[in-house]
């Protein structure tokens, strides 16, 4: 009999919450869910009133068991050759050719020994014997042992304590995430000259992907991160299902509403398959592993180059092999079934507050009355700004109802509430995507090859112009909407989205039609 703590987690991904997916009117389509929902619903409503374990303690709980693999259905991902993109340039950085820069360079060696070794390839911006610094890079040791407890960088050396490192302990510099200045935690531990075979608790036989996060709040931008890591294990041509990660700092496991977090979910899902994360604890602890993988952070991928314009780059290297096997990689990594569905889908990207986001907004909007009065009279549709990121506030009935008029499913969903692989099937299965400009945009990468996105664009902001031409998207900014990044608020006129939708639908129609 299914034990409680595994139970929950194998079910996890089918049956979060019944408020995760939420509608604004009942008769709208919801996701597909599991044949598994109504047994995973009755174990939740069982357990009510329960606490649960953590979440790392039953992934360990279930990796201990021989039948996980069965039970979660985790064959092998049947790896699949990244092409040549046709025109070089772009080949160099969106397709095979980004992966040979990886493996065919011999890099820069910064320890070794008889039985251990650590290298870096990258674009050095700067590398002396003081520091080596860079964003883009890949890290590769040999027979390393990895020191770590919650709080303190990772101290790292060669498995048997008798790897030189030529660098100083902080000597080695390795930007990670899309923005700002944040640098993997490595620590070069200097060796002491004794052997200490017995200070390892656990050796990880397969390869093990250090982790580096910094935003835990969706897999939106955030993909940039995976996105490399991918992209690293495809250029050192790793079986990915023997893969574990260890987070090199503390990653954030729940959301506030007690629900797995999507974020940590996609990271697990995709680059633990070969068995339980590994993440740092109170106490320290030391693992050996024959193989150790530092991916580049998401600063050096391509999906925000030159998101202030219009970039003829993106539409150069449109269709990125590097994108498309990363989307086919997640969906399949996820179980998401690609089959087209029986009718054209329409997804509104709306927001609002929720038990995972239960504060007030910022720049919230203070008229919602007055709103709904005028929803109720004129077909428009309201948005309104949370944070710096545009977000679908309120929803005209009218425009669902004329769209579904046409025989066309419209779904309006918040990204925000549904775990990671309804998120992925949501835009897996999205043939017009309508968003005001927003982090959730990201995942149009999963979304058809002849889909449509239709952004409520704000001005100097095209990291999602660019994007849908690197995935291969057509893509259309809402015209007669003026925003600035700013923009509080405003109103769009539902009759001119109206006709938009219509039009993105014939241009889908006629793009199948030429396949």
Not at 123 to 144: P, Q, R, V
Not at 446 to 459: D, I, K, R
Request: with cysteine; glycine share 4%; proline share 5%.
């Amino acid at each position: 009999m299914v034990g409680p703590c595994s139970l929950h987690t194998i079910f996890f991904a089918t049956c979060a919450a019944a408020t995760v997916w939420q509608m604004v009117a009942a008769e709208k389509p919801t996701l597909q869910h599991s044949h598994q929902e109504e047994k995973c619903q009755q174990y939740l409503t069982e357990d009510s009133g329960r606490s649960h374990e953590t979440t790392l303690q039953c992934e360990e709980k279930l990796q201990e068991t021989s039948w996980l693999q069965r039970a979660l259905h985790i064959d092998r991902i049947q790896k699949k050759k990244i092409a040549r993109h046709p025109v070089a340039e772009c080949d160099a950085e969106v397709g095979a050719g980004r992966l040979e820069k990886y493996k065919n360079n011999s890099g820069d060696e910064f320890c070794r020994s008889a039985r251990s070794s650590f290298r870096c390839v990258a674009d050095w911006k700067e590398n002396n014997h003081e520091k080596a610094s860079a964003s883009d890079y890949l890290c590769y040791g040999k027979n390393m042992r990895l020191t770590f407890q919650s709080g303190s960088s990772i101290r790292l050396q060669g498995e048997h304590d008798d790897c030189q490192w030529t660098l100083p302990e902080k000597g080695l510099q390795l930007d990670f995430f899309l923005f700002d200045n944040f640098t993997v935690p490595l620590e070069l531990a200097r060796s002491s000259g004794h052997a200490r075979e017995e200070a390892c608790s656990e050796t990880i036989q397969g390869p093990l992907l250090l982790y580096s996060e910094q935003d835990y709040w969706n897999p939106y931008l955030a993909q940039a991160q995976a996105l490399m890591a991918y992209i690293s294990v495809e250029a050192l041509d790793f079986d990915i299902s023997s893969l574990r990660v260890l987070f090199t700092d503390t990653p954030v496991t729940e959301q506030k509403d007690g629900r797995i977090n999507p974020m940590y979910n996609l990271v697990t899902s995709l680059f633990s398959q070969g068995g339980a994360s590994v993440q740092s604890e109170p106490q320290p602890r030391s693992i050996c592993a024959k193989h150790v993988i530092v991916p580049p952070g998401g600063k050096a991928s391509f999906i925000r180059k030159n998101a202030g314009w219009d970039d003829p780059w993106a539409a150069k290297c449109t269709r990125a092999p590097l994108l498309l096997g990363y989307a086919n990689f997640l969906l399949e990594a996820l179980h998401v079934n690609k089959a087209e569905l029986p009718k054209e889908r329409v997804v509104l990207l709306v927001r609002r507050r929720s038990p995972v986001h239960p504060d007030p907004y910022t720049r919230e909007m203070t008229n919602p009355d007055e709103l709904e009065k005028k929803l109720h009279d004129l077909p428009e549709l309201s948005l309104l700004q949370e944070g710096s990121e545009l977000r679908v506030r309120a929803v005209e009935v009218a425009l669902a109802s004329k769209l579904r008029d046409t025989g066309r499913e419209v779904v309006e969903a918040s990204p925000e509430l549904l775990d990671v692989r309804e998120q992925a099937e949501l835009f897996a299965h999205a043939d017009v995507i309508i968003s005001a400009h927003s982090a959730a945009l990201s995942w149009m990468l999963v979304a058809p090859e002849c889909s449509q996105v239709l952004e409520f664009c704000a001005f100097g902001n095209y990291q999602f112009v660019n994007y849908a031409k690197l995935v291969g998207l057509h893509h259309s900014c809402v015209p007669d909407v003026e925003l600035e990044w700013g923009t509080e608020s405003f109103e769009a006129p539902v009759g001119r989205v109206f006709s938009e939708v219509v039009e993105a639908l014939a241009r889908r129609q006629q793009c199948k039609e030429q396949r």
